[in-house]
C-alpha cells in the first residue's frame, strides 16, 4: 500500500520499551479526544477516546493523558510490538456544542518499532 | 466483518471525467462522515449526514463534489470534471447517535487523477 506520512516526524523505540506520541490541540473548548492508528493502505483505526471532564483513560496496554491547561494529549503505549508500527493521530471534537463529533485531525506521528 | 466499506479501493482517472465512490457503513450507524487525506496529512472533514440529511459540508467541498444518503444507508460521494488537485484518499466513518460516539473510518478510496 501506499505510504502514510512521508514527512511525518518519527519516534523509533525497541520492541518491548514503552511508546509516548504527544499531540497538541487547538481549541480550549474540545471536549472529546481520540488516538487513531493509520496503517499504510487503510483507514485509521480508532485506539483509545478522552472526555475533557477526564485526566486519564486506561485501555489495553494504552493510556491516554490529557492535560487541559497546556492542552496537550499523549498516548503512552506499554511494551511497543512490531504490530504497533504505524502513524498514530490525535484527533479533537471541534464542535462541541454541535451534537456531533466533527474531528480536527493532528498531523500525525509515526511510530517505528526495532526488534 | 461488520466494518465500514468502501469502494472501489482504488481509481485512476482521467483530468475531466466524473467518478463516484461508494460507503457502506455500520449497520446500526446513523451518522455518516466523509473526510478527504492527503499524503502527509491528516484527514479532513467535508461533509457529515445523520440518516438522509446533510447536515454539514466544509467549504473543501466545492461545486464540483456532491454527497448523497438517499435512504439513510450507504452514500455516494460523486466528484465532477476532476482535477489533479483532487488525487487523495476519500475515507468515510460512522458513528452512533450518541453524545461522544467515537468516528470507524473504512480503508478508504485512494483517487489518482492524471
Known amino acids: 500500500g501506499e505510504s502514510v506520512g512521508l514527512h511525518l516526524p518519527t519516534l523509533s523505540v525497541q520492541e518491548g520499551d514503552n511508546s509516548i506520541i504527544n499531540c497538541a490541540y487547538s481549541?480550549?473548548?474540545?471536549?472529546?479526544f481520540i488516538w487513531y492508528k493509520q496503517e499504510s493502505g487503510k483507514g485509521p483505526q480508532f485506539i483509545i477516546d478522552?472526555?475533557?471532564?477526564?485526566d486519564k483513560r486506561q485501555g489495553q496496554r494504552v493510556t491516554v493523558l490529557l492535560n487541559k491547561t497546556v492542552k496537550h494529549l499523549s498516548l503512552q503505549i506499554a511494551a511497543t510490538q512490531p504490530g504497533d508500527s504505524a502513524v498514530y493521530f490525535c484527533?479533537?471534537?471541534?464542535?462541541?456544542?454541535?451534537?456531533?463529533?466533527?474531528?480536527?485531525f493532528g498531523a500525525g506521528t509515526r511510530l517505528a518499532v526495532h526488534p | 466483518d461488520t466494518g465500514v466499506s468502501q469502494n472501489p479501493r482504488h481509481k485512476i482517472t482521467k483530468r475531466g471525467q466524473n467518478v463516484t465512490f461508494r460507503c457502506d457503513p455500520i449497520?446500526?450507524?446513523?451518522?455518516l462522515y466523509w473526510y478527504r487525506q492527503t499524503l502527509g496529512q491528516g484527514p479532513e472533514f467535508l461533509t457529515y449526514f445523520q440518516n438522509e440529511a446533510q447536515l454539514e459540508k466544509s467549504r473543501l467541498l466545492s461545486d464540483r463534489f456532491s454527497a448523497e444518503r438517499p435512504k439513510g444507508s450507504f452514500s455516494t460521494l460523486e466528484i465532477q470534471r476532476t482535477e489533479q488537485g483532487d488525487s487523495a484518499m476519500y475515507l468515510c466513518?460512522?458513528?452512533?447517535?450518541?453524545?461522544?460516539?467515537?468516528?470507524?473510518f473504512g480503508n478508504g478510496t485512494r483517487l489518482t487523477v492524471t
Open positions: 466513518a460512522s458513528s452512533l447517535v450518541r453524545v461522544n460516539s467515537p468516528l470507524h
Open positions: 481549541n480550549s473548548a474540545s471536549d472529546y
Open positions: 449497520s446500526e450507524h446513523n451518522r
Open positions: 478522552i472526555r475533557s471532564n477526564m
Open positions: 484527533a479533537e471534537n471541534s464542535n462541541p456544542s454541535g451534537g456531533y463529533n466533527k474531528l480536527i
